[in-house]
């Protein structure tokens, strides 16, 4: 289920909160310029978080959805 309409499932989403520097440090080792500012993610600025993630990786944002899909 999506309640928050982001395109990942809920229980993906809890378990990615719990899991989250792990996964900071996972995404700034795939992608070395990223800065723990810009893995800051606020609740409800997806599309601006992942197109800021875009905007520093140069990586489309569907490959970064599913490489964290993919990561969680």
């Keep these: 289920m999506d309640l928050n309409n982001n ?3 809920d229980q993906t989403e809890l378990r990615a909160r719990g899991d989250w520097n792990q996964i900071k440090g996972q995404a700034k080792q795939k992608w070395g310029q990223l800065t ?5 993610y606020q609740e409800g600025q997806q599309d ?4 800021r993630l875009q905007h ?5 944002i569907d ?4 490489w964290f ?4």
């Design 7 to 9: 395109n990942f499932n």
């Design 36 to 40: 723990d500012d810009d893995l800051d």
């Design 48 to 51: 601006e978080w992942f197109g």
């Design 56 to 60: 520093k990786t140069g990586e489309t």
């Design 63 to 66: 490959d970064i959805k599913d």
């Design 69 to 72: 899909r993919r990561t969680f």
